[in-house]
């Protein structure tokens, strides 16, 4: 069993930026991809970044590439979402997910293990 957390949500104005976090329980998570997606009121769950096991390999959803960054520390059994450049659209439930696949992954079904989610609420 692995336990996900996530941390760091939170309200913020359009352009700043914040950092969310996710430590993993139970198992290490260094053999294993992982995932951040989000999910608006009445919209799907959309896939927001992915990271391979080592950090060499990263994917990132159209509509934030360029203000976001994946990252782990496979020491502290832990993954970071850096969300700079903000917007109203990213406001979401952020989800990170571990996925027991070694490579990149972004789609919902390929992941094994969830988070309860972090609230980020954007404002104009």
């Known amino acids: 069993q692995v336990q996900l957390v996530e941390s760091g949500g939170g309200l913020v104005q359009a352009g700043g930026s914040l950092r969310l976090s996710c430590a993993a329980s139970g198992r290490p998570i260094s053999s294993y991809a992982m995932g951040w997606f989000r999910q608006a009121p009445g919209k799907d769950r959309e896939f927001v970044a992915t990271?391979?096991?080592?950090?060499?390999?990263?994917k990132y959803g159209d509509s934030v590439k360029g203000r976001f960054t994946i990252s782990r520390d496979n020491a502290k059994n832990t993954m970071y979402l850096q969300m700079n450049s903000l917007k109203p659209e990213d406001t979401a439930v952020y989800y990170c997910?571990?996925?027991?696949?070694?490579?990149?992954?972004?789609?919902?079904?390929?992941?094994?293990?969830w988070g309860q989610g972090t609230q980020v609420t954007v404002s104009l």
């Open positions: 997910a571990l996925s027991f696949s070694q490579v990149p992954r972004v789609l919902t079904y390929e992941y094994d293990y």
């Open positions: 990271i391979s096991w080592s950090g060499g390999s990263t």
